[in-house]
């Protein structure tokens, strides 16, 4: 019989500034992971893939998989390695373990991934951003931190589709009550519009809760084939059913939309990991897109489907993205409350979709089967989609 | 120069935290496309094989792998399609307003180009604004040249301006 890819169990630590290293975080990260499935110790782990971005930079540590390995004590026979997609990093380990365990060339792995972002000086860790981006040509721009890029395509969205900053004010506010009670979120304060509306600017139209914050932070998850994980574990098993990862552009000059609110290759990612699941996007019954902005948000549900394009801000404004709406949306508070590690993310996605499809969410969608995974990674460079279902793909 | 911190690289050049492109020849195949901006021109690779223009400039063609690649001069005037305007926060190494801009420079494939307006206000751009080249000076480095020594390699890079009117 066909070897079929699950998501076992998974942790996060607390995420936030933290007064950690990064290997303390991944530690941190792997024994909350193992709590969770109490059967599994580090000995049946048989491989380990650490998505991180910033280790090389921020803690001059670069062969990241080898020292993660022998911290949280394991020793990997199949796969020790580790990916650098920044925020699509988690995910793109969970993508490679399917494949890996599906093939049957590793049993069961680790992926794990983390960032210590905070250095002793503040001004580095934005500094530094200028890596996350095309350097020589975008980075020289003036465009390693963010929030100009997802300004303009706000502004591209408010022209060509009429959306308004109470649509995007309440992306966050969702996001922000959704993350209130999430012990491990950066940000656990309960938002109003008012509050949302009134914020201070950060590059117009984006104000402050629009933005997720710069954060430290690591998860991990254990990513196994069916038959192994019923020897673990008596909850539902949770399958990866499809996965794509889109890459049409690395430097914003090169853009594939007719402009910077119109996202093909979101589209195309979605569209093809809808089709590799065998599921329409009426089949999504809770979701973890990207919201490293509002913005992202409102223009991600365009493109998966779940509105017309162009009524992403009408289907956030009404509430469509709350519990009880039609596709409930970032139920753990997202990257605008959770943070934004960037490896972890995607791991961050995959355990709560996990929970969710388990019955075990702290904000529960009742009846969800099926669930979805997003990240945007750089200048809008990637998209990288994973849905999840409680059956295998037949 | 002392290094806070680190005394060891009092004087040195640590490159991994330059936030321009190392442009000299020894460590750069398009150094012609900064050698160009020198001398005001904005240019980018065409191929000679199958005619495609790819921005920004590189040492194959994107389309048909062919290494036979020409320079080419680019306009170096359009017009704002959108832009944006930082004046609080500004990154270390920018001024504040830090405005970008997609502009059109009305050929492709630099149809909506992404880039910083300087020599500009806050407050005072315009969506359809004319806007133009502008050159600029940033800090040399230090190249080791073997037994020629260390010399100081002399930098540009470039954003666009409004054009007066
Ligand atoms: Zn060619």
Same mark, same amino acid.
């Given at each position: 019989?066909?070897?079929k ?8 630590c ?7 290293h ?9 024994k ?7 059967a ?13 971005s &910033? ?9 990241t ?17 580790r ?9 793109t380990?969970?993508?490679?373990a ?8 590793? =049993? ?13 000086q ?5 500094y ?7 350097h ?13 890029f997802?300004?303009?395509t706000?502004?591209e ?9 109470? =649509? ?7 996001? &922000? ?14 938002? !109003? ?10 590059v ?8 997720c ?6 998860a991990?998850c254990?990513? !196994?084939?069916?038959e ?30 007719? #402009? ?5 290759h ?7 990991? &809808? ?7 009426n ?5 973890? !897109? ?10 991600e ?6 509105c017309?394009?162009g ?24 990257l605008?409350?959770?943070? #934004?590690?960037?490896?972890a ?17 702290? #904000? ?7 669930g979805l ?9 990637? #998209?990288?989609?994973?849905? &999840? ?6 | ?21 190392? @442009?000299?020849k ?8 900064? @050698?160009?901006? %020198?001398? *005001?021109?904005?240019?980018?690779t %065409? ?7 790819? +921005? ?8 048909? +792998? /062919?290494?036979?690649?020409? +320079? ?18 500004v990154?270390?190494? $920018? @001024? /504040? ?8 420079? *009305?050929?492709?494939p ?22 133009q080249? /502008?050159? $600029? ?7 080791? %040249? *073997? %037994? ?10 470039f954003? $666009? @301006?409004?054009?007066?009117?």
């Open positions: 019989m066909a070897r890819a699950v998501i076992l169990a998974g942790g996060q607390k995420w936030g500034v933290r007064e950690a990064l290997v303390d975080l991944f530690q941190e990260a792997a909350i992971c193992l709590d969770d499935i109490p599994l110790k580090p000995k049946n782990i048989d491989g380990l893939i650490v998505a991180s &910033y280790a090389g930079r921020c803690s001059f540590q670069v062969n998989a080898p020292v993660v390995a022998e911290r949280c004590g394991l020793k990997p026979t199949s796969i020790c390695t990916v650098d997609v920044l925020c699509a990093g988690g995910s380990g969970i993508i490679l399917k494949g890996l365990v599906e093939s049957g060339m590793a =049993d069961i792995i680790m992926v794990a991934g983390g960032e210590k972002l905070y250095t002793p503040k001004w580095e860790v934005f530094s951003e200028l890596a996350s981006v095309d020589d040509w975008d980075g020289a721009q003036g465009m390693g931190l963010p929030p100009p997802f300004a303009l706000a502004q969205h408010m022209i060509h589709y009429g959306t308004k900053k109470e =649509d995007l004010a309440s992306v966050s506010v969702a996001n &922000y009550n959704y993350a209130s009670t999430n012990p491990v979120a950066q940000m656990q304060k309960a938002l !109003t519009l008012e509050e949302a509306m009134n914020a201070p600017t950060v117009p139209p984006l104000t402050l809760y629009d933005c914050p710069i954060t430290d932070g690591a991990a254990i990513i !196994t084939t069916d192994i994980a019923k020897k673990f574990t008596d909850r539902p098993l949770v399958y990866i059913r499809g996965t794509a990862q889109v890459c049409l552009n690395s430097v914003s000059a090169n853009f594939p939309g007719t #402009h910077l609110a119109d996202w093909k979101t589209k195309i990612a979605g569209e093809k990991a &809808y089709s590799s699941a065998k599921v329409t996007p089949d999504i019954k809770v979701a973890q !897109t990207h919201d490293c902005f509002s913005i992202s948000e409102v223009i549900v365009e493109e998966f489907g779940f017309k394009k009524e992403g801000g009408q289907f956030c404004g009404s509430k469509q993205i709350e519990i009880g709406g039609k596709v409930p949306v970032n139920t753990d508070g997202g605008l409350a959770c943070g #934004h590690p960037f490896g993310t995607g791991i961050r996605q995959g355990i709560e979709i996990m929970k969710q499809l388990q019955g075990r969410a702290r #904000h529960q969608v009742k009846d969800a089967d099926i995974t997003h990240n945007l990674s750089g200048a809008n460079a990637e #998209h990288t989609v994973l849905i &999840y279902g409680r059956t295998p793909v037949k | 120069m002392a290094v806070a911190g680190i005394p060891i690289l009092e004087n040195l050049y640590p490159a991994t935290m330059d936030m321009w492109p190392i @442009e000299a020894e460590f750069n195949r398009i150094w012609p496309f900064y @050698e160009n901006l %020198k001398q *005001g021109r904005f240019t980018t %065409k191929c000679k094989n199958c005619g495609h223009v790819a +921005y920004p400039p590189r040492v194959i063609c994107p389309n048909c +792998y /062919s290494e036979n690649l020409e +320079y080419i001069d680019l306009p170096k005037k359009g017009k704002v399609i959108v832009f944006s305007e930082e004046v609080r926060g990154p270390l190494g $920018f @001024e /504040s307003p830090l405005i970008h801009a997609v502009v059109d420079l *009305g050929v492709d630099v149809r909506r180009l992404l880039t910083r307006i300087v020599n500009c206000p806050a407050g005072v751009l315009k969506r359809g604004d004319e806007v080249l /502008s050159v $600029f000076e940033i800090p040399a480095i230090p190249v080791e %040249k *073997g %037994k020629a020594g260390t010399i100081m390699a002399e930098r540009v890079f954003a $666009f @301006e409004p054009v007066k009117k």
